[in-house]
């Protein structure tokens, strides 16, 4: 009774100071996002000019992270929508729509009256009623100067079928938050999580919202137990049971003034509505095996088949008080409720380097004895070394290490003997390390778009997109590949800093200092599962 009482107490506490936390965050954020509504205001107006519905076939979108790619229930196309750009100088938000024809390979911008804001960071999610819908809550809108922010708490809903955006207003919601995550329950959606970022002062949420889709109202969950901490950018998914699982996230708190500590999480929690109680749900921590990924932030989420997660890349931060430096990650994890099990996923050898492989052994063992006698060695990673020339003139040198043939990839179904793996190999195109790309899966494909990934003090946005057979596991397709012209960089370098600081200078120091004429040359480092990006 004593631990129990003090569980509660210490559970009471926190949510107390979670409410002063979140009160003092409001105040002192409301002047700051007056000023964005003003900006906010100011495109709404430019998007209110749009009348009428325009479909363009047009090139791939530009480079983006943090938007939502989403998966039609009835059409075979995905759907983009949001997402942010930052070149340097200047953060873009989108509020664009696009979508990807899987069979003919296209895409598609389509302008629709009154749409959501511009934003990023937000969830969208698909369900297949009236023809059907996609649902978007939250997310954030930035400055120019990335500086400021505003968090969203609307509700709008994409009518698919009749290609048409409508705000559905219902009191009692979450609060504006951005890096939250929200599934398609039954006929509900469920909401966990985020943060609320102001200039000076953040909060991340644990809280829980259904909103439910027939009588478009809002309910705030108590589920019973201990659930996960505070948190944003986790996992959520549904089992084939109906239960909620909650994996990893990212979270940070003051530790002295103007230093912040983050947290990667890497627990796991089950949220499980209890039988024939109307609105009851209840909190249980979850303990996987098999092998599971390593912490990271900025992994990104989606249903596999059989009703598993899949979890791709990510970025592992070694923070110290001054600096923050990153790993990239390329890799994939699946997990399987029903088994309470992790799985890595690797890629199968392509046919013709197993044969190629097979005659190879055939005749060695034809040679001498020695040879006979001997363990074929085993095969070293695989370096791919691509050269790519940016717009400004940066040579970006990209090294990408490829692992050895591993065991099979995909978590084995139950009637599958995991004693009869093929052997696994090296597949030559694969989707380099990043965070915060987008994910959606279509007739047992995988595909990846965009995200970034980070090379010295320069950020890398991407907009290319692959594409992966989760049965076969036999290799990604890149569907399309990274546009170097995409790429600008505008951060005054130091010498620029200091130059606008002087007026009189010598004409070739000022030359110098620009960078006129010269070009800045690069090496990002791809690991086989963490890439380490070096901008030499």
Request: hydrophobic share 30%.
């Amino acid at each position: 009774m004593g631990k129990k009482g003090k569980k509660q107490k210490k559970a009471c506490g926190a949510e107390k100071t979670a409410a002063k936390m979140e009160k003092k965050v409001s105040k002192r954020s409301r002047k700051e996002e007056e000023d964005l509504e003003a900006l906010i205001a100011h495109f709404q107006t430019l998007d209110a000019k749009k009348t009428q519905i325009v479909e363009t076939l047009c090139p791939p979108p530009s480079p983006r992270l943090n938007a939502s790619l989403s998966a039609h229930p009835e059409k075979d196309e995905l759907i983009l929508f949001g997402g942010e750009y930052f070149n340097g100088k200047k953060t873009f938000l989108y509020n664009e729509l696009y979508t990807y024809n899987i069979r003919k390979g296209t895409w598609t911008k389509i302008e629709i009256p009154n749409p959501p804001p511009r934003r990023c960071a937000h969830q969208a999610v698909v369900v297949p009623q009236g023809g059907g819908q996609l649902w978007v809550f939250g997310g954030e809108f930035a400055s120019p100067d990335g500086e400021q922010f505003y968090h969203y708490k609307d509700l709008w809903v994409l009518h698919l079928a009749t290609k048409s955006w409508e705000q559905v207003r219902s009191a009692g919601g979450p609060s504006g938050r951005s890096g939250h995550r929200m599934v398609a329950w039954k006929r509900q959606l469920i909401l966990f999580g985020g943060f609320h970022e102001s200039t000076r002062d953040y909060i991340y949420y644990n809280d829980v919202y259904t909103f439910n889709l027939d009588t478009f109202t809002w309910t705030k969950l108590s589920p019973s137990g201990m659930g996960p901490t505070p948190r944003s950018g986790c996992q959520i998914s549904v089992t084939a049971q109906g239960s909620i699982i909650i994996y990893g996230g990212y979270s940070k708190q003051r530790v002295k003034k103007d230093v912040d500590k983050g947290t990667l999480h890497s627990d796991m929690f089950l949220l499980k509505s209890e039988d024939g109680r109307e609105g009851k749900w209840a909190w249980t921590r979850m303990h996987p095996s098999g092998a599971k990924p390593t912490p990271r932030s900025g992994f990104s989420v989606a249903m596999a088949p059989n009703h598993q997660t899949l979890l791709f890349g990510g970025v592992c931060d070694e923070e110290e008080e001054e600096t923050l430096e990153g790993d990239f990650l390329n890799d994939l994890y699946f997990y399987d409720a029903a088994r309470n099990r992790w799985f890595a996923g690797q890629l199968k050898e392509p046919k013709t380097e197993k044969r190629k492989r097979r005659r190879g052994r055939k005749g060695e063992l034809r040679g001498s004895d020695e040879q006979a006698g001997e363990e074929p060695s085993p095969q070293e990673p695989l370096e791919v070394v691509r050269k790519v020339t940016t717009e400004d003139g940066t040579v970006i040198t990209i090294k990408q290490v490829l692992p050895a043939p591993g065991v099979a990839g995909r978590p084995p179904s139950k009637d599958e003997d995991n004693d009869g793996a093929e052997e696994a190999g090296a597949s030559l195109v694969a989707p380099c390390p990043r965070s915060s790309a987008m994910l959606a899966v279509k007739h047992g494909l995988l595909y990846v778009y965009g995200g970034m990934f980070e090379a010295g003090d320069r950020q890398f946005t991407l907009s290319d997109l692959y594409c992966l057979d989760l049965q076969k596991m036999d290799g990604w397709k890149a569907l399309v590949e990274m546009d170097p012209d995409t790429q600008e960089w505008l951060e005054e370098t130091d010498t620029e800093e200091e130059g606008d600081e002087v007026e009189d200078g010598d004409d070739e120091e000022e030359e110098e200092d620009t960078g006129e004429g010269s070009s800045e040359e690069g090496t990002v480092l791809m690991g086989p599962r963490a890439g380490e990006a070096v901008l030499a």
